[in-house]
């Protein structure tokens, strides 16, 4: 009777025994892909939500800037960019353009705003809303043409001995030196940049040939031609000239065809 019952003591813990290794490590890889699925997705909503923030973030910024154009006066064709003080990682511009609308053959003036962010994976990223502010008059469109002619004649010229001589990468002894040897400034007195460029390649000391074909080049700039001149030159030629530009030459640079030739018949 003894071992009867030692026997089946010892069938009774057999039965009743611990996890062997295999099923232990089987349930612990069980539960290590479900955790990194749950991780997995966590982290998602995480990247999600950040861009979902940034995203926003852009967009309020993109949408106060246009609000503060549209209740400005007037406007002016411009680019104005910077980043937002809000967060440091946006950044915004904002620009106001002349837009060719072909259905109606209509030119407009368009504003643009965007801003810009890096999204969680490195991409960068755009938000941007467009507004149409007015149609041109061909008198508009006139001065707007002129107007950028004053814009790159801007651009070729510095207007202090100081801006010239930084320019240059002299001192203004020198700059002062190169006028007495007689280079050109513009009517206002302004120094011209393609001049600072020649004379500083042959340390002030330029050769004829090529001052006189600078000059030619640079004749509108220095005064050398009056209004009345350059009219007379263009009848010459027999095209029409705005802003000191042939319809072809306006065309290059993309404005529309057609509004061109109504302007220059009228013009």
Not at 220 to 242: H, N, P, S
Request: proline share 2%.
């Amino acid at each position: 009777m003894k071992c009867h019952s030692d026997k089946i003591l010892l069938s009774c813990s057999a039965r009743f025994g611990g996890f062997s290794l295999v099923e232990v490590m089987t349930a612990l890889i069980i539960l290590a892909l479900i955790s990194s699925s749950v991780l997995v997705v966590i982290d998602r909503c995480a990247v999600s939500a950040a861009d979902s923030q940034l995203r926003m973030q852009a967009f309020w910024i993109a949408r106060e800037n246009m609000e503060e154009l549209l209740a400005s006066n007037s406007v002016s064709e411009m680019v104005e960019y910077g980043s937002s003080d809000r967060n440091p990682d946006v950044e915004w511009e904002t620009r106001v353009e002349t837009f060719y609308e072909p259905l109606t053959s209509r030119m407009w003036v368009q504003a643009v705003c965007s801003a810009s962010y890096t999204d969680m994976e490195g991409a960068e990223q755009t938000i941007e809303l467009t507004h149409w502010l007015t149609d041109l008059t061909k008198e508009q469109l006139r001065r707007i043409i002129e107007g950028k002619q004053e814009d790159l004649a801007e651009e070729e010229i510095v207007k202090t001995e100081e801006d010239a001589a930084d320019y240059a990468g002299v001192d203004v002894e020198t700059v002062a030196k190169w006028v007495e040897n007689g280079m050109p400034k513009t009517a206002d007195g302004y120094y011209i940049k393609d001049w600072l460029d020649l004379y500083d390649a042959f340390d002030g000391e330029p050769p004829t040939e090529a001052k006189n074909e600078l000059m030619k080049e640079t004749e509108e700039l220095t005064g050398k031609k009056d209004e009345a001149e350059q009219q007379e030159e263009a009848e010459l030629d027999g095209e029409k000239r705005i802003g000191g530009r042939t319809l072809e030459e306006l065309v290059e640079e993309g404005f529309p065809r057609q509004l061109l030739e109504e302007l220059f018949a009228e013009y």
